[in-house]
């Protein structure tokens, strides 16, 4: 499985690109703020084009630039309904599926927006990652009141887990359920 990530805009929001392998269909997940160019390299450069893009939640700093993508691939946004009113866009609803040939696991992990997603994978080699928007960082979370959504992510996933946040470095499940000081309350 092909995975590529950058951060972007103001707020270095992490947007990634998912594909069984280079040179096919792709899921864009979290086309925020200023990614037009950084996303074109990394498109170009590993022969992608979009089939879906995807939404962790609904803040301007993961979407701001889904519209202008959408037009420009043919491809629609898919967004929590919980989240739809933060997007001035047009979505379609955010369900568990397949996307690019990739099946996600839609996990509505409300607190950061209503909307709040985790999306979940495995992939061909026998890994697992979480692509955790603004719910779960590496040594942090999203917001300190997000305690259900978190325990319910963390009970789920195995320590292998790669977490792949919203904003800053790649982590794993078994790194934040040992060190991270805001889960101590989570019963994780």
Do not use: K, W
């Amino acid at each position: 499985m092909l995975v590529v990530g950058f951060g972007s805009g103001p707020l270095q929001a992490n947007c990634y690109l998912l594909a069984d392998a280079a040179g096919g269909p792709c899921v864009v997940v979290d086309p925020g703020q200023e990614v037009a160019g950084p996303l074109a390299a990394a498109l170009a450069g590993h022969g992608l084009v979009p089939a879906a893009l995807v939404a962790t939640h609904g803040h301007p700093d993961h979407v701001a630039s889904a519209a202008s993508l959408s037009a420009e691939h043919g491809v629609p946004l898919h967004l929590h309904p919980a989240d739809a009113e933060l997007y001035d866009g047009d979505s379609v609803p955010l369900e568990s599926g397949t996307f690019a040939g990739l099946d996600v696991d839609v996990r509505h992990a409300p607190g950061h927006t209503p909307g709040s997603v985790v999306l979940t994978l495995e992939t061909a080699e026998g890994g697992r990652l979480a692509l955790t928007g603004d719910t779960l960082f590496a040594g942090s979370v999203g917001r300190g009141d997000v305690t259900d959504s978190l325990r319910d992510l963390l009970a789920s996933l195995p320590d292998d887990t790669v977490v792949l946040p919203g904003h800053g470095p790649a982590t794993t499940i078994g790194q934040e359920r040992a060190g991270n000081p805001f889960l101590a309350g989570t019963g994780a």
